[in-house]
């Protein structure tokens, strides 16, 4: 008979329960949006900022050790190198797939017209290879992307161009398709200016070529003295900051979290365990933005998230009220013939509760879709579907339309079937 | 059924209504003024009185979905008047049937399962059981009927087969016959002279005197307080027609007669 009375409901109120249906499905579809865009937006924004640079550093250790006591810059030419054969390995840590791109520099003082330059050998458009089997393409290109050029990027062939920084190029009158001859210590080296290009930092003063060039110009064949890494990571919290301070200090099961989360530090940490001899270090100013972009970014998306469910919250309030207030006396004729208030409130709730499924699945579906629009729109990628925001949304509708059901089960609890009985 | 709604009805003459000084206080208001009465078992009772004169008030006391301000009611040997809302609701499902002027069907349900609400909040839906029901009031073939795919008379008789389903001590009727042309109260009438033939206890609120007239004893209720008690000699052997009933006189029923 219940079942009967359930599907009466909803045969013959098929169009008010549709519109409750349909603002849950509201409520639903902006959750579902919400809570799938805020799991992704990590990575989104990430991929995003990683745009505007590297947020890791990775040195030989002694350089490393001269920077922090004396505020050497590491990479001058004259002191540690890295093996380039050891750039693969980036890609064997834990977090590998979160290195996004990554690229080895050789810096090194020349001579230009009497006067000291820093030249930086590096990659441009690298292919490689990782142990993995991955195929990678990195380089200057991907992460320099902001870089004002004009003429061409040089790839990792142009062994005998160069591009000249702005400042350096005002300063020996240099223009893209110029030659200039530049000397380190008894070698010189012919370079065709391919491009000059504007950074905005000090790099406008540094002339770029590939790796092979430079380190053939230093005779140092094999060897790199930094890397710069981008790298997806989750915004730091107290756990990696006690972790960046001193690993050792944790407990194992932190140890453990932390290491299997892509905080800053966990890659900084496996990148040191996997290259011999180097530090790595996160560049704090780009990884502190990120973190604190994030948290409001996600900070925004539960206010959202919150005020469509509360949102829908109301406006179910309303329809269950006033489909209450409608069905008065269906409901004070129950009272009447034996119906306890547990009962009647049993029976709608059911009903409610069954709606809200109807909505919530719909509301899910277009969440989904929804979803895929920001991510489109805002992002210009796809968002992955977190098969935790199911449950999620779930529990939300199901709340949402139980505290949209309170006023009117408060109202139907009040309800006295003699307002059913009363004809005078 | 039949044979049931025999098990409810008493051969004796114990009463299963009494009222004792029930009053009922509305502010400054007495809607029901120390109201003393008795009905006894398989007697058919007609509440008569002018709007306001507290019938309704009365039947909703009786009924257990009010509570008397003083007094107390005695329903089938039980006290209710201190009774819980919870234990009222189940003092309802199981000892009074309710009829109402409205008709008030869940219309979005069969005049079947219409009858089968009152058996599942009583104890247990049974098909059959509510088709026999049905059939007792001559609606068996519109069974399978939605509300407003049925007339008014047809409507009310639904509402009967609902309130005796659950063979209640007393059937409760409030102007059972208010909304229905002449051929439905002779309809409707009809089956109370057969209930209370069977036993039933019934107790009609009704403003028609015609209709009051047919039932064995009348009170009338003025401003609350119960004026008139009129013994009707009615021959229940043979069916009714209201047309033969006169009703009562004014006189009578403002204690002149």
């Known amino acids: 008979m219940f079942f009967r009375m359930i599907r009466g409901t909803f045969t013959k109120q098929l169009g008010k329960m549709l519109l409750i249906a349909f603002t849950i499905a509201l409520g639903a579809s902006l959750a579902t949006a919400m809570i799938n865009v805020m799991m992704d937006v990590g990575n989104k924004v990430n991929a995003e900022l990683k745009t505007y640079g590297a947020n890791i550093t990775v040195s030989p250790k002694g350089a490393s050790i001269l920077s922090d006591l004396y505020g050497v810059e590491e990479g001058t030419g004259d002191d540690e190198f890295l093996s380039e054969e050891a750039l693969p390995k980036l890609k064997t840590i834990f977090w590998s797939y979160n290195i996004v791109d990554f690229t080895p520099y050789l810096k090194g003082r020349v001579t230009l017209d009497e006067s000291d330059v820093m030249l930086v050998g590096t990659w441009f458009d690298h292919h490689m290879e990782t142990p993995s089997g991955e195929s990678l393409d990195t380089g200057m290109r991907e992460m320099k992307t902001w870089w004002d050029i004009e003429g061409e990027w040089l790839t990792d062939d142009d062994d005998d161009e160069c591009m000249v920084g702005i400042g350096a190029a005002q300063k020996y009158g240099i223009a893209a398709g110029d030659t200039i001859t530049v000397n380190k210590g008894g070698s010189s080296a012919e370079y065709t200016v391919k491009a000059v290009f504007d950074t905005g930092s000090d790099e406008d003063d540094y002339i770029y070529t590939t790796l092979k060039a430079a380190q053939e110009l230093f005779g140092r064949q094999g060897l790199i003295s930094s890397i710069e890494v981008s790298a997806l990571t989750t915004p730091d919290n107290e756990l990696s900051k006690r972790a960046a301070q001193d690993p050792q200090s944790l407990s194992a099961a932190d140890w453990e979290t932390w290491y299997c989360t892509a905080y800053v530090s966990a890659i900084c940490y496996q990148i040191e365990e996997a290259i011999p001899d180097c530090s790595a270090k996160a560049i704090r100013q780009v990884a502190d933005s990120e973190g604190a972009i994030l948290e409001k970014i996600q900070l925004l998306m539960i206010l959202i998230t919150a005020l469509a469910l509360i949102g829908s919250a109301l406006g179910i309030m309303n329809l269950v009220a006033a489909s209450v207030m409608e069905r008065s006396q269906e409901i004070g004729l129950l009272k009447a013939v034996g119906a306890h208030d547990i009962q009647v409130i049993g029976l709608v709730l059911t009903e409610i509760m069954l709606t809200a499924v109807l909505g919530g699945v719909l509301g899910y579906i277009a969440g989904m879709g929804l979803a895929q629009i920001i991510g489109m729109t805002v992002f210009s990628s796809s968002i992955a579907i977190t098969p935790v925001s199911m449950p999620l949304v779930a529990v939300l509708v199901l709340c949402v339309a139980l505290i949209g059901s309170i006023p009117a089960i408060r109202m139907l609890v009040k309800m006295n079937p003699t307002e059913v009985l009363h004809s005078n | ?257």
Not at chain 2, 116 to 140: C, I, T
């Open chain 2, 1 to 257: 059924m039949a044979d049931k709604s025999k098990s409810v009805t008493a051969q004796d003459n114990e009463d299963i209504l009494v009222l004792e000084g029930v009053s009922k206080i509305y502010g400054e208001l007495k809607a029901l003024n120390n109201v003393d009465l008795k009905v006894k078992k398989g007697e058919w009772v007609a509440i008569m009185g002018p709007s306001g004169s507290g019938k309704s008030t009365m039947m909703n006391i009786i009924g257990g979905m009010d509570k008397a301000s003083e007094g107390r009611v005695i329903l089938d040997g039980m006290d209710i008047t201190k009774e819980s809302a919870k234990s009222l609701t189940n003092i309802r499902r199981d000892k009074i049937g309710l009829i109402f002027q409205q008709f008030h069907m869940v219309n979005y349900l069969t005049a079947v399962e219409n009858v089968m609400v009152a058996q599942y909040y009583h104890s247990m839906p049974d098909e059959e059981e509510a088709l026999q029901a049905l059939d007792r009031v001559g609606l068996k073939e519109r069974a399978k009927h939605y509300p407003s795919q049925l007339s008014g008379g047809e409507q009310q008789r639904v509402c009967i087969a609902r309130a005796l389903i659950n063979y209640p001590k007393i059937l409760l009727a409030d102007e059972p016959t208010g909304n229905l042309d002449e051929t439905n109260e002779n309809v409707v009438v009809e089956i109370f002279r057969q209930l209370h033939n069977e036993g039933s206890t019934i107790i009609v609120v009704t403003h028609d005197p015609e209709v009051a007239a047919v039932a064995e004893r009348t009170i009338v209720l003025e401003h609350g307080r119960i004026t008139k008690n009129i013994i009707n000699h009615n021959d229940y052997s043979k069916p009714i027609n209201l047309r033969d009933y006169e009703g009562l006189s004014d006189e009578m029923l403002l204690g002149k007669g």
